[in-house]
């Protein structure tokens, strides 16, 4: 198994869409090793490295967050937020609004708060998201 | 109801680059058309719209740029901190880096300066007409684009 220093962050509450996530990027070979936080409150915490995720060896810094809008206990947009005002690290970080939502007011919303790229979710089919991810692991010299 | 054929900025100075991504993709089903600035300063004189550039009906309004690093008279990280400075929306305008540097500064400063995503120049053609090809396909089918004037 390749190792790769490219750790991406799902953020999602759908075991379902993780489960295909997981699936189109293992058939497109990604090496990178997903981390899947399933509340708006997990995420920060993994991203500021509160308690368990201390542990950096377990628990890498991501290089992307995928993030869903629709969570439990802190929403999307409002993580999202949280990310662009913190420290260079985790504000710098790529994020994809990947979504069900395709609301003009929600895409907009996204983009102004800092959203690399808005996503709606394709029906099961990540593969393009698969390639696109492929890509941006090869500039953090992940092949 | 028809939706226009969207627009590529490509800022790229490597004519040889330029001349074979062109004749390549002429072939290729893309869903955009391809417009390119060989200097950051013509870049930013398309964007804004400046003497040859205000006829939009020949230079459309892009819906992505891609951006190479290394451009004479205004280097790309200008370019899109020029961009990201400019009053909505087109300060929301997404702008990926196609460049050959691998250098992990480039990268953490490309995504502070706000670039959407930063992607590394393959040596060979092919795989580079590949990458603009799934950059066609990514930002205008699988992407949802912020809301910009035509």
């Excluded at chain 1, 490219?6 to 379902?16: A, H, K, P, Q, R």
């Excluded at chain 1, 997903?34 to 509340?39: E, G, I």
């Excluded at chain 2, 990268?107 to 799934?134: C, M, Q, T, W």
Aim: glycine content about 6%.
């Amino acid at each position: 198994m390749t190792l790769s220093n490219f750790t991406i962050l799902l953020v999602e509450d759908d075991s379902n869409d993780a489960v295909l996530l997981q699936r189109a990027f293992k058939k497109a070979e990604i090496s990178t090793m997903l981390q899947v936080a399933t509340d708006g409150e997990e995420a920060t915490a993994y991203l500021k490295g509160e308690g368990k995720f201390g542990d950096r060896s377990q628990f890498p810094f991501p290089s992307l967050m995928l993030l869903d809008l629709k969570l439990p206990r802190k929403s999307g947009l409002e993580v999202l937020a949280w990310t662009r005002e913190q420290n260079d690290e985790i504000k710098n970080m790529p994020v994809i609004v990947l979504t069900s939502s395709r609301q003009t007011t929600d895409i907009d919303e996204a983009y102004s708060l800092g959203a690399n790229s808005y996503m709606a979710k394709p029906e099961g089919n990540f593969e393009g998201l698969a390639e696109m991810v492929k890509s941006l692991e090869r500039a953090r010299g992940g092949e | 109801m028809n939706t226009p054929t969207p627009t590529i900025l490509l800022v790229e100075d490597d004519a040889n680059d330029v001349l074979l991504l062109q004749r390549a993709l002429r072939k290729s089903n893309l869903k955009s058309h391809m417009q390119v600035a060989s200097d950051g300063e013509l870049a930013t004189s398309y964007l804004c719209g400046e003497g040859d550039f205000a006829d939009r009906a020949t230079y459309p309004l892009p819906s992505l740029v891609v951006l190479d690093l290394k451009l004479p008279r205004k280097s790309g990280l200008e370019v899109l901190e020029w961009i990201r400075q400019q009053k909505r929306p087109l300060n929301l305008l997404p702008v990926v880096i196609l460049t050959s540097s691998r250098q992990a500064r480039d990268i953490d400063k490309a995504y502070e300066l706000g670039a959407n995503f930063y992607h590394v120049k393959p040596g060979e053609f092919d795989r580079l007409l590949d990458i603009v090809k799934s950059l066609d396909t990514y930002w205008f089918f699988l992407n949802e684009t912020p809301h910009l004037p035509k």
